[in-house]
Nanobody
Framework: QVQLVESGGGLVQAGGSLRLSCAAS????????MGWFRQAPGKEREFVATINFSGTSTHYANSVKGRFTISRDNAKNTLYLQMNSLSPDDTAVYYCAGGGWGTIEEVFRYWGQGTQVTVPS
């Protein structure tokens, strides 16, 4: 079993930055891909970014490409999401996902509890 705990969310003004972290425990973190998803109020959860097990391959949703960066530190069992140039459209609960690689929720086996990111308009 794998436990994922997100942190780093909060309130940030438009144009600002935040870095989310996801601490993993349980099975060997470096063996599997990871991802970030988000769910805005009244909307379905959507893909944000994914990274392969070694960190050498990444993929982003078009809405965040060029602004967000996914990375991982396998020595620390931690996944990151650096978010720059934030806008109110980025307001959502952000979820860390593990045990998969891709843009679809169903490929990920493990999920964190989510962390709220709010960008006021």
């Amino acid at each position: 079993q794998v436990q994922l705990v997100e942190s780093g969310g909060g309130l940030v003004q438009a144009g600002g930055s935040l870095r989310l972290s996801c601490a993993a425990s349980g099975r060997t973190f470096s063996n599997y891909g990871m991802g970030w998803f988000r769910q805005a109020p009244g909307k379905e959860r959507e893909f944000v970014a994914t990274i392969n097990f070694s960190g050498t391959s990444t993929h982003y949703a078009n809405s965040v490409k060029g602004r967000f960066t996914i990375s991982r530190d396998n020595a620390k069992n931690t996944l990151y999401l650096q978010m720059n140039s934030l806008s109110p459209d980025d307001t959502a609960v952000y979820y860390c996902a593990g045990g998969g690689w891709g843009t679809i929720e169903e490929v990920f086996r493990y999920w964190g509890q989510g962390t709220q990111v709010t960008v006021p308009s």
